[in-house]
Every structure is written in C-alpha cells, then in structure tokens.
C-alpha cells in the first residue's frame, strides 16, 4: 500500500509548480471510465499543456510514485481496490484540432470524434472510419484504434510525446511500428501529446454521409446504451471473437452484475456489478470458448488499478 504522506507531499509539490493544474483525491474511477467501474485513484492530475504534464512525469519520477496514465477511459477495467500512485489523465485538456491543407494535427486529449469531424468538414478523407471510436487521440494511437477497414496507423505522420521521465520524443509512423491494435508505445509506456495526420482530399458530403452511415450501423449493432469498454476480446487469428461467444451460446450469460450483451456476444456491459464480477465473467467466456473452440480469447481491455482488499470479519 502506498504512503498516503508522500501522496499529500506530491500534491503539496504539484500545487506549488503547476498551481492551476486540475488535482483529485481519490478520484472515483467509475465517474471516469465508460464501464463506470472501479475503486479510487490516490491522486489524478490533469495537465491543461505540455509544461505541467512534464511537472506531473518528473516529480512522480523524483518522488518513486507510481504512474498510470488514461484519456477518456472507453478501453480500461479498473479494479475494485482502485489505482495506488498517480493517475494522469488526458482528456478535454491538451485538445487542440487544427487543420492544414492534408495535415491534421491534434494534442492527445483530443477526442477521436472531434478529429475526425474536423477533417470531415474540411472535405478531408481518411478518419471517417474513427468517428464512431469514444477514445481520445492518444488512447487510439497507444493501441492502434481501428473500426471497419481503418486503423489510425494508415493515417498518422508522426507522433510527438514524453518519456516517464518527462524527456521529449517524435517517431514517425514507421517507428511506431503499428500493426492489429498494437504499437511500440505499449511496450515503452511512454505519454503521447501531439499527433500529425496526413489526410487525402475528398468530397465533404460524403465523407460526412460515410460517417453518419458509420454511426446508425454502430447503433444498430452495438449496446451503446449500457456501460461497457467496447470489444472485451481481441480479435483471435482465425475469426472473431463476439462469433465465437455467441457459437458457444454465451450471450445473456451474467455474473452478478456483469453480462455478455444480449445485443453483442463480442461486449460485456455492466448492469451494475463491480470489477470482481467483470473478471469472473470473463474468465468464464474464456474457458467456455476454449473449450468449445481450442482458442483462447486474449483481453483488449487494459485491466489497471488493484483488487478490493478482502473484508476480514
Ligand atoms: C462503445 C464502445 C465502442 C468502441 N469501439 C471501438 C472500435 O470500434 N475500435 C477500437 O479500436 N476501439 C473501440 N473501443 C475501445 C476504445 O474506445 C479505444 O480503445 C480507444 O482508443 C481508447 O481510448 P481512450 O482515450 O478511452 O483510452 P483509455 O481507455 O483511457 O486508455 C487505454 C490505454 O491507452 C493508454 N493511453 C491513453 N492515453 C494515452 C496517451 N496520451 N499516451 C499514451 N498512452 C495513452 C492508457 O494508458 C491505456 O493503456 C470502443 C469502446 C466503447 C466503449
């Protein structure tokens, strides 16, 4: 268990250099993921630039407080016991959207939405496919976000950031080394604050309708409705995995309050259970696919934080 004193004594540092920075204390992660789970984080700054996020990365650093960092929270499972250390979020902070002839260039905390909207109504193609994915640019690029045929790797030039320990980088997207919802930065854990796009010219409306086409088929496939982190499983070699969740039956299948949506074999939504549940219920698809199939279906959501602490009696 961390020192709740070195907490205060991050807080009191971070206050002093970055006085207008957002800070929380024990931030309840429910209010901040889209699966509305979690226990609370010790500590959640939101840097509104670049010089206060570099505040937040090095006096971590300086300090041995641990550091997680999530944008909108639309691809994380956070445990029951929450997150010890420092939660940096970027999200509606470091937002910028500016268009340039092909390029778009957006800071991380940029909605996805937001991006792709803009390069829409500036009759640029090649986000469309992103604007229905409730991320934000920098949670999308850390894992190579994706939907029907697209995947923002195609469309990046170059993605500048910051190191743990606050020192600056730039890689182009062939460093990035994206492929299937991976890049270089999951093994690297390193924070993303600005992406360049290189967009192709195209025709305004139907870019627009594209999306807008995007969107009801969205609506009409998926349980938008309920809490949930999208696609619980990644997509295994051979097919995919809401077909083989609903080949095994599994859809409705509930533990306490998390389910396999009767809507979506491929996303478990959250009827009001807690993380224990989410955990419990995805071991079970797991070895029921497995079982059925001989394929083990590997987790695309980010499962952070820790476990409840048993209630001794
Ligand atoms: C209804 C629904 C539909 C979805 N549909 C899709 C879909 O079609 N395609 C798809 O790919 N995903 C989809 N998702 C999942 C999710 O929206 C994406 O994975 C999204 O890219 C996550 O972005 P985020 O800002 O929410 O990141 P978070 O969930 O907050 O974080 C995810 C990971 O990214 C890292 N991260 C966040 N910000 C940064 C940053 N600035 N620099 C470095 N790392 C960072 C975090 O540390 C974490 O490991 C869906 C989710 C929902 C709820």
Not at 146 to 155: K, S, V
Not at 264 to 277: E, I, K, M, R, Y
Request: charged letters at 20%.
């Amino acid at each position: 268990m961390l020192d709740l004193q070195d907490m205060s004594a991050l807080e009191r540092r971070l206050s002093q250099r970055a006085p207008s920075m957002r800070l929380t204390r024990h931030a309840s992660m429910a209010d901040y993921t889209t699966l509305r789970l979690g226990g609370p984080a010790d500590l959640m700054a939101e840097p509104a630039d670049e010089a206060q996020l570099r505040v937040a990365l090095e006096s971590a650093a300086d300090m041995g407080v641990p550091v997680t960092l999530m944008g909108r929270g639309s691809n994380l499972l956070v445990l029951d016991g929450g997150i010890r250390g420092l939660v940096i979020r970027l999200c509606g902070v470091m937002n910028s959207v500016e268009v340039d002839g092909c390029i778009l260039r957006t800071g991380a905390g940029a909605l996805l939405s937001s991006a792709a909207l803009a390069a829409a109504e500036k009759g640029l193609a090649g986000l469309a496919f992103a604007g229905g994915i409730p991320g934000t640019v920098g949670g999308g690029i850390y894992m190579n976000a994706g939907a029907y045929g697209g995947e923002l790797g195609q469309a990046t030039e170059r993605v500048e950031g910051l190191t743990m320990a606050g020192e600056p980088f730039a890689y182009t997207a062939e460093e990035m080394a994206f492929s299937h919802r991976r890049t270089r930065l999951m093994e690297e854990n390193a924070v993303v604050t600005r992406v360049t796009f290189r967009l192709a010219e195209g025709d305004r409306e139907a870019i627009l309708a594209e999306m807008a086409d995007l969107k009801r088929r969205r609506a009409e496939k998926q349980p938008l409705q309920q809490p949930s982190a999208g696609s619980t499983f990644k997509r295994p070699a051979n097919g995919y995995a809401s077909a083989l969740i609903d080949q095994c039956g599994l859809k409705g299948l509930r533990v306490g309050g998390a389910q396999v949506s009767e809507k979506h074999a491929g996303f478990l939504v959250n009827l009001g259970g807690t993380a224990a549940d989410f955990l419990q219920l995805m071991a079970q698809v797991q070895r029921a696919v497995y079982d059925r199939t001989g394929i083990w279906l590997e987790p695309e959501v980010r499962i952070v934080g820790e476990d409840a602490p048993a209630l001794g009696v």
